[in-house]
């Protein structure tokens, strides 16, 4: 009788290791367009995020631009379903998106859609209730008291502050010292507790019904520098429905972005926003307690200032 070599290998117990196809990539819509005047220039940030999502390797990312405040809605209808998750870096007044555009993203997300809000995306939608309820927290558009608690980390606890007062605010774009309060999140795992990260946007005074909301860092806004005195929200994640919604207030533009601090939260947060899982490593350069970490391909071009009018800063 004949005996194949298969069968004489298994017979000798020697096992096969067949090759594993990858995984598909995770579908991405990176949201873009509008924002207040030329501060938050989205056409600057939206390639770096995109690039920062390309370059780990597991996304497959499209750029979506809604139109300008005086274009033509008729013809924006997002196809949400063909995306595991949108990361916005988008901030746009309450009118601009008709009923029927809002009620298919909050189905979207309620159904087990990710969202991931990128620093002035807090800002959108002012008094859109389930959007609020998406982002935990947000700032300026006319938030007030009205729009939920200043919520603060103080005495390892989470304090929701009722006192009457505006949304948002920060100083000058300064570094500052991020910890991480809940080190055991498939985001943070790993992280160092603290890490420095560059001069940036710290916003304070957010605002929001903090529904379903767990902080997982927060960073001391200092009142030399216009800041509260509180440890105010940095990092977020959300439940809303069966979607995760992952919420970072850093990146304000490129002096900011080239952060290996950002890239990797941002990037771990946009797979758990998409999978629930992070099977993104921490890189050997991640940013210490006393020592900031960027890399020079992200550097901002030669040139280059702020919309704020800060200059390009020497990469480190």
Not at 11 to 38: H, K, T, W, Y
Request: charged share 20%; net charge neutral; aromatic share 10%.
């Amino acid at each position: 009788m004949r005996t194949s070599i298969i069968g004489m290998l298994l017979g000798a117990g020697l096992a096969f290791s067949l090759p594993i196809s990858a995984a598909p990539p995770i579908r991405v819509m990176l949201l873009d367009g509008e924002q207040a005047g030329a501060y938050h220039a989205w056409q600057e940030t939206t390639p770096y995020l995109k690039r920062m999502l390309d370059d780990a390797g597991i996304f497959q990312v499209d750029v979506v631009t809604a139109p300008p405040r005086d274009g033509d809605f008729s013809t924006f209808k997002p196809d949400w379903s063909k995306y595991q998750v949108v990361v916005s870096n988008y901030d746009a007044p309450d009118e601009r998106w008709s009923d029927s555009i809002r009620s298919s993203f909050e189905q979207y997300i309620r159904n087990g859609g990710g969202f991931v809000s990128v620093h002035a995306a807090d800002n959108a939608f002012a008094n859109w209730k389930e959007y609020n309820l998406m982002i935990g927290v947000g700032g300026w558009r006319g938030r007030n008291e009205k729009s939920g608690p200043h919520f603060y980390y103080q005495e390892g606890k989470l304090v929701p502050d009722p006192a009457p007062g505006p949304a948002g605010s920060h100083g000058a774009r300064n570094p500052f010292k991020v910890v991480n309060r809940v080190t055991d999140h498939p985001i943070t795992m790993d992280l160092p507790r603290e890490w420095l990260h560059v001069g940036d946007e710290l916003y304070a005074n957010l605002r929001g019904p903090g529904e379903n909301m767990t902080v997982l860092s927060t960073a001391s806004s200092d009142p030399a520098n216009r800041g509260t005195g509180h440890d105010e929200p940095i990092l977020m994640v959300i439940a809303y429905g069966k979607g995760r919604i992952f919420h970072t207030v850093m990146g304000h533009d490129l002096a900011a972005l080239n952060c290996v601090g950002f890239m990797t939260t941002y990037q771990r947060g946009t797979e758990w926003a998409a999978t629930g899982k992070v099977t993104e490593k921490v890189p050997r350069d991640f940013p210490l307690a006393d020592k900031t970490s960027t890399r020079r391909e992200y550097d901002p071009p030669p040139g280059w200032t702020s919309p704020g009018g800060r200059p390009r800063p020497p990469s480190k």
